[in-house]
């Protein structure tokens, strides 16, 4: 069965950086375009991060643009994503994801981890 | 960026109603929004996607219909287990974005 594992969550201080990571198990994970979704506590989803299956290709949402990079090593199978320059708002649970379909583009979200929390304040 | 506003944004419903759940899009998606459930405390459960394609798993009570840019969920007979918050979500063009959420609550 499909596992994702998120871990590396925290307290930061704003203006610091934080990575988080996610361990996936149960499928072929080399062929999967991966993302991260970030929930505000109480609030709605908010989608951060896409990587393709192959990690030649990331997008990102507005807010995070020049100050998170997600990257992906398939040899381990995991996706990782560096935050820096951490702000206030970024604070949230943050979601791995699979996406539906194999080597496709940014899509629907089949799968999800248990989610970490990031909190960032002084 | 495509805005996604969903209607209503909590609904008190019986166990045995049928339940509709608008999601509108601010331009046409085509067929490219799904649905998810989620419970307190969990991640959120995809339930419906390309618009009404039911995920593998999820009871057929849901069903998923709608095209461009107004989508409907609903829910044929509500059940116990069917109490929580809904989300549309849009897969046309990133940013992917999501609706604000429904919350289904008991009567």
């Known amino acids: 069965q499909v596992q994702l594992v998120e871990s590396g969550g925290g307290v930061v201080q704003p203006g610091g950086s934080l990575r988080v990571s996610c361990a996936a198990s149960?499928?072929?994970?080399?062929?999967?375009?991966m993302h991260w979704v970030r929930q505000t506590p109480g609030k709605g989803l908010e989608w951060v991060a896409f990587?393709?299956?192959?990690?030649?290709?990331?997008y990102y949402a507005d807010s995070v643009k020049g100050r998170f990079t997600v990257s992906r090593d398939n040899s381990r199978n995991t996706m990782f994503l560096q935050m820096s320059s951490l702000r206030a708002e970024d604070t949230a649970v943050y979601y791995c994801?699979?996406?539906?379909?194999?080597?496709?583009?940014?899509?629907?979200?089949?799968?999800w981890g248990q989610g970490t929390l990031v909190s960032v304040s002084s | 960026d495509i805005q996604l506003t969903q209607s209503p944004s909590s609904l008190s419903a019986s166990v045995g109603d049928r339940v509709t759940i608008s999601c509108r899009a601010s331009?046409?998606?085509?067929?490219?929004l799904s649905w998810y459930q989620q419970k307190p405390g969990k991640a959120p459960k995809l339930l419906i996607y390309?618009?009404?394609t039911l995920q593998s798993g999820v009871p057929s009570r849901f069903t998923g219909s709608g095209s461009a840019t107004d989508f409907t969920l609903t829910i044929s007979s509500l059940q116990p287990e069917d109490f929580a918050t809904y989300y549309c979500?849009?897969?046309?063009?990133?940013?992917?974005?999501f609706g604000g959420g429904t919350r289904v609550e008991i009567k």
């Open positions: 994801t699979k996406d539906v379909a194999p080597a496709a583009p940014p899509g629907d979200f089949d799968h």
């Open positions: 149960g499928f072929i994970f080399s062929s999967y375009g």
């Open positions: 990587i393709r299956y192959d990690g030649s290709n990331k």
């Open positions: 331009q046409s998606v085509s067929r490219y």
């Open positions: 390309d618009a009404s």
């Open positions: 979500q849009q897969s046309y063009s990133t940013p992917l974005t």
